[in-house]
Nanobody, 124 residues
Framework: QVQLVESGGGLVQAGGSLRLSCVAS????????MGWFRQAPGKEREFVAH????????YYADSVKGRFTISRDNAKNTVSLQMISLKPEDTAVYYC?????????????????WGQGTQVTVSS
């Protein structure tokens, strides 16, 4: 069982930056592939970024490529999402998720554990 707790959301102006963090409980964190998803009001949850179990492989949605960076620290059971050049369309609740396969998965249904989400609001 893994519990995930996100933090770092907030209100920021367009062009600004935020850093989201997700802390995981449990001793098997380093085995999990970790993803960030987001969900805007009235929209489906969408994939944002993924990092594999070792941290050696990352993958991004086209909409955030070049602006967002995912990283992890297995010693601290933490995965982070650095977001720069934020746009109003980045406004959403951001979720951290873990998949037991440890490798890239793009669909929410492929993830086993979810955090409660953190709100990111980008004003124009």
């Amino acid at each position: 069982q893994v519990q995930l707790v996100e933090s770092g959301g907030g209100l920021v102006q367009a062009g600004g930056s935020l850093r989201l963090s997700c802390v995981a409980s449990g001793r098997t964190f380093s085995m999990y592939g970790m993803g960030w998803f987001r969900q805007a009001p009235g929209k489906e949850r969408e994939f944002v970024a993924h990092i594999n179990w070792s941290g050696e492989s990352t993958y991004y949605a086209d909409s955030v490529k070049g602006r967002f960076t995912i990283s992890r620290d297995n010693a601290k059971n933490t995965v982070s999402l650095q977001m720069i050049s934020l746009k109003p369309e980045d406004t959403a609740v951001y979720y951290c998720a873990a998949n037991r396969l440890g490798v890239l998965r793009l669909q929410p249904g492929d993830y086993d554990y979810w955090g409660q989400g953190t709100q990111v609001t980008v004003s124009s």
